[in-house]
């Protein structure tokens, strides 16, 4: 038995996207910065694949630059919006991926700019008053909110954040890499001025992603080199990679309805099986609303046990691949940075379920079922 519910750490391949890569790995090679047939095919199949990318988030090709996957385009984003604005203060809050955390990190420490982290309260939402507050009081900022955090699930509403950030001319970069291919964005809706995507996380391929750079708020370029990517992003592309990454979100759009049905159902079985099942039982953030939460992700919350570090150990045994917290760090012993900025002090264990259209509402059971023998917990009568 083999089960994965880790898909917020990454998805199975789909291979119809494969399909569509093959050709360009096995016999259309070329540079596509070259300007003879080779190249120039090569050059074709790359714009193809951005300016199906814009068409799906409603916005202009000229404003996806492609890049090796969420990471750096968090990155870039915000270290150059930094740069090309000359900010001098970032709002975040605690509870964001490393890729965004790090960053802020690190050009504080470059005394290039103040930080601000926003409260957070239990539920793990933050507070919005204290942002108002916050951009009234710094002119010039810039904003790095996700809008679902791969922990707990939590959403966040961007288009109101963007509107805020608007009114007080801040910068505003959301971390989109949980929604992108699961939830449709439109883009000259919210205006989010840049957002960062990854292809393996809607069932494309590794180490590709792209990020979206509102034409009215470029930044300069990240890395130096050639002129590749409208000159904001030199180096040879990942061609093969972004071909698949268009396919897989052209499919997670083409699907989407239907996927976000079946894993909805699947969460919601979830929830009412552990509910049944293991008493005590509780859910990290927002994670059991279907609605207000990312549909991707179940962060369990298991009554407090002696036995609860051994309990994701023992789901390994069964062959369930879950997460401890977020799978980024997986193998480092380290406790979840989001976890400990929203419950401090809590003793319960705690377990990320994250789901797939792959998944089966008999894998469900079977999982439910291990957890609940692992917890030790007998029904009553
Ligand atoms: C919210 C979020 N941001 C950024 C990343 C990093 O993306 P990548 O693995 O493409 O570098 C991840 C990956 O887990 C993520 O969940």
Redesign the pocket.
Known sequence: MSIYLDN???TPLDPEFFEAMKPFMLEDFGNPSSTHTHGRKIKAALESSRKKIAELLNCTPGEIIFT???????NAIITSAVKTYSIKTIITSPI??H??LHTVEQLSKDHVVQPHYLNVDSKGHIDVDQLQDLLLKNQNSLVTL?Q???EVGNLSDIGYISELCERHQAYFHS?T??TVGHYRHDLKKIKVHGM?A????FHGP??V?FMFIRKDKKITPFLHGGSQERNMRGGTENVYGIIGLAKALEIAYRDMDEHTRHIKELKARMIAKLRENIPGVSFHGDSEDLEKSLYTVLNVSLPESEDNDMILFNLVLQGISASGG???SSGATLGSHVLASINPDSKRGSIRFSFSKYNTPEEIDFVVDKLKELCKVSLPG
């Open positions: 917020a750490a990454t090796s996957g969420g990471t750096e385009a968090d964001e991926h890729a965004v996700m679902a955090n791969n971390d890499v949980q960062a990854s292809a393996h996380k590794k180490g992603g977020s799978a980024c």
